[in-house]
């Protein structure tokens, strides 16, 4: 495990409601595996404040790391809303095993809102590996414009022939053109876009009701919990 104290370099704001927050890395031996995470600490009120985010950068992308956080009202969520590069931080990590497997060639990836960036990690990761692995991705949203990392993951299903990207919008406006799904994902959807779905290893990730709740409609379809590997959001249900 590593840790050291770095600054905020870059911030990137991905949707209205979501930003993307870089540290520069020059040091060695700071690895991580895609789909990992970290502790983070900045100051709020001249106090040290911490808290875990998953990586949504992949070992691949050298000279950096990074998070993506929606914004909300929590003190520590507002702290990082105003943040500016240059700002003092210490990270450590990395921590989790939710991580791409190292036998399982077929992989399925449940998602919603900011539970996306383990994944884009993963997807980033499989991409610039070129590694045999088959995937398909089921990314629910509110709107259109809420999709996180909405042109990188349509440009990667449209370079790879092995990954298919699915969004699913539930909010009453979608864009006049829109020719995706509707509603929420639930075992019919999954049987319907996923028809192999017995085949794959199941990789829930978001808020932790939406991860119970897409676990209890797998469960539906049958899948043992063996195949099922979850990583839940805290704080944003």
Known sequence: MWEFETEFSEIIQR???IKSFRF???AKGVRYRAGQFFFLTIKIKGED???HFSFSTSPTEKGYIEFTKRITPSEFSQALDVV???TWASLRGPLGIFTLPRTTRKLAFLSGGIGITPLR???RYIV???LPLDVVLLYGNNSYE???FRDELEDMAASHSTIRVEHVLSGQV???DWKGKTGFINKDLVAELVPDFRERLFYTSGPPKMVVALEEQLAALGLPRQQLKRDSFTGYD
């Open 15 to 17: 949707t209205p409601n």
């Open 24 to 26: 520069p890395v020059a």
């Open 49 to 51: 404040a911490l808290h």
């Open 84 to 86: 500016k590069p240059g």
């Open 121 to 123: 990690s993963m997807m």
């Open 128 to 130: 610039d590996k070129d």
């Open 146 to 148: 809420d999709i996180a």
């Open 174 to 176: 979608l864009p006049p």
